[in-house]
Structure formats: structure tokens, C-alpha cells
């Protein structure tokens, strides 16, 4: 990934992480991809043995596993876009979804597909505005 493409995602807020490596995430685009693996969150720089975790809005690396075969075994960026476990807002609100979702994108930072299955938490849309113009709902 370029630097010119971290410059442009702005900082992340800290939202509860509900992913740790190597968890299984629904892909809610149309690129081909159903399931999709977490590899590495992308900035991640940790302590030794400490297992990255991740949350609505960040910037991760995944592999699909499932899918169309031109899809599978390939390593994409992806956006998470949902997530299980709950997190607070600063308005005090709390946030849950049924499951764990991400969006892929291009090596630009452009989404991958031109659509997106399900709600979208506002922590994404607001970190990646170009989610929020495809989405058909925003929570």
C-alpha cells in the first residue's frame, strides 16, 4: 500500500476490537469473494507475542477463502464494516451486529465491487467516505 493512500485514511478512532488474526469474515460486496480471512492489520505495530486486533473502520489484509476460483488463495486489503462484539459511541450508544463483515479494496484504496449487502456501521463511512456512497444503509 502507498503511502499516499495512508495519508488520505484519516485517523482511526478506537473502536473495541472484535477481530483478532486469523478470523473468518463475511465479504458484503460483490467481487466474488464469500468468506474472507483477517491476515494483518495494516499500521499494526505491537509487542512481542501480542495477537493484533481490529475493529469497524480499520484497514486489515485478508485472504479469501472462499469463493470464485480467480478469487480464492489471493491476498486483498479489506475494510471491516461490521463486527459482533459491541462498542460504544461517544454519544454513550452501543453498537452490535449479527455478524463480522468486510469490504475489499483495490491497491488504490477504491472498493473492489459496486455494491454492498447490509448495514454499514458509521465508523467506516466516516474513516472511508467512498463506503458510505455505495451503501445502502448506514447505522
Known amino acids: 500500500m502507498s503511502k499516499r493512500l495512508k495519508r488520505r485514511i484519516t485517523p482511526r ?14 465479504c458484503a460486496d460483490n467481487t466474488g469473494a464469500r468468506i474472507l480471512r483477517f491476515v494483518q492489520l495494516v499500521g499494526y505495530k505491537g509487542r512481542r507475542r501480542r495477537i493484533p486486533s481490529a475493529g469497524v473502520g480499520d484497514l486489515i489484509i485478508a485472504s479469501c477463502r472462499e469463493g470464485t476460483p480467480e478469487m480464492r488463495r489471493q491476498l486483498f486489503n479489506a475494510v471491516i464494516i461490521r463486527q459482533r462484539k459491541p462498542y460504544v459511541r461517544k454519544n454513550g450508544d452501543w453498537v452490535r451486529f449479527e455478524d463480522n463483515a468486510a469490504v475489499i479494496l483495490t491497491p ?31 447505522v
Do not use: Q
Open 13 to 26: 478512532r478506537k473502536v473495541s476490537g472484535g477481530l483478532t488474526t486469523s478470523s473468518l469474515i463475511n
Open 108 to 138: 488504490e484504496g477504491n472498493l473492489r465491487g459496486s455494491d454492498i449487502k447490509g448495514p454499514v456501521a458509521r465508523e467506516a463511512t466516516e474513516r472511508f467516505p467512498r463506503i458510505g456512497t455505495i451503501a445502502r444503509m448506514v
